[in-house]
């Protein structure tokens, strides 16, 4: 038995670094590459989703049974295998190159490709079934709000943009959110079972530093942009301006939900915005 998993790992790691180390993003081969296709699901999703709620309104609750729990578990899981992915391919680049600076900036004419980005492709593909958020949440009668609509609307032409664009930053962005996602999964897994975990705060805190730290980590990209440019910058400009929509749209809520004020105090944490 201990020599057919080893050989079973051994077959995994080498199907692994096939398909991760030969990736090349190419938008008229590779699947949803195609700008049209971001487009029309971000459109698509947000006029769905009000024709639903719509559909619903006055409507009990559905019972969804472990749906809910099974999705949660589904993207926890899944995030801590993106970010525990990029982190390997990423110390293996350091490794290489001796230098961090392809954290913070890609030369001009970058093409992606290799195992690194083959994790900001899977990244970006889990943008898409993150959008079951949305429908679970319109079936079990809780309402949408701006800021999980915006979020899930915009967040897959940002992942798309990572690619099409090779947009330097990516990587840290893509660990920070994954690990970010990690925790607030395993968050929303455990209230599905049943339990209140007493850490919900710390989800929106989490999100919000997030945010901060790239426009942190927008001070060494310039340095090395003066020094001889960086690709993505277009894209990064998008990227920046969305986090700092999310700043001051978490920001809000942070202080809506987390006031001394009792009656304020009973709001749930966003949900599947991070």
């Known amino acids: 038995w201990t020599l057919a998993a080893v050989d079973a790992m051994d077959s995994l790691g080498e199907q692994y670094a096939n398909i991760a180390g030969n990736f090349v993003y190419n ?40 749906l809910p729990k099974v999705h949660n578990l589904i993207l926890c899981l ?10 390997y391919e990423g110390y293996m680049e350091y490794k290489s190159t001796h230098s961090a600076k392809f954290l913070f900036c890609l030369p001009e004419g970058f093409e992606v490709k290799g195992a690194l980005y083959f994790w900001s492709y899977i990244y970006y593909l889990s943008k898409y079934y993150e959008l079951l958020d949305t429908v679970i949440l319109v079936l079990r009668g809780k309402g949408l709000n701006f800021l999980h609509v915006f979020h899930h609307a915009f967040v897959i032409l940002m992942a798309y943009l990572w690619l099409e664009c090779a947009q330097s930053l990516q ?36 999100q919000i530093v997030q945010f901060m730290f790239s426009f942190i980590c927008l001070a060494p990209f310039g340095l090395y942009y003066r020094e001889g440019g960086c690709s993505g910058a277009a894209a990064l400009l998008f990227n920046a301006v969305f986090n700092l929509a999310l700043i001051a749209l978490f920001g809000n809520f942070f202080k809506k939900s987390y006031s001394k004020s009792p009656k304020v105090t009973t709001k749930k944490a966003p949900r599947g915005i991070a």
């Not at 995030?79 to 990029?86: K, P, R």
């Open 171 to 206: 990587t840290i962005a893509l660990l920070t959110n994954t690990f970010i996602h990690v925790v607030m999964y395993s968050y929303y897994f455990l209230v599905s079972c049943g339990y209140q975990p007493s850490w919900k705060k710390l989800i929106t805190q989490g």
């Open 78 to 87: 899944g995030s801590l295998v993106m970010f525990l992915g990029a982190a």
């Open 27 to 66: 938008p008229s081969i590779t699947p949803l590459g195609e700008r049209q296709v971001v487009l029309l699901t971000s459109i698509g999703y947000v006029i769905v989703m009000l024709l639903l709620q719509e559909l619903r309104r006055g409507k009990p609750p559905m019972n969804l049974g472990a």
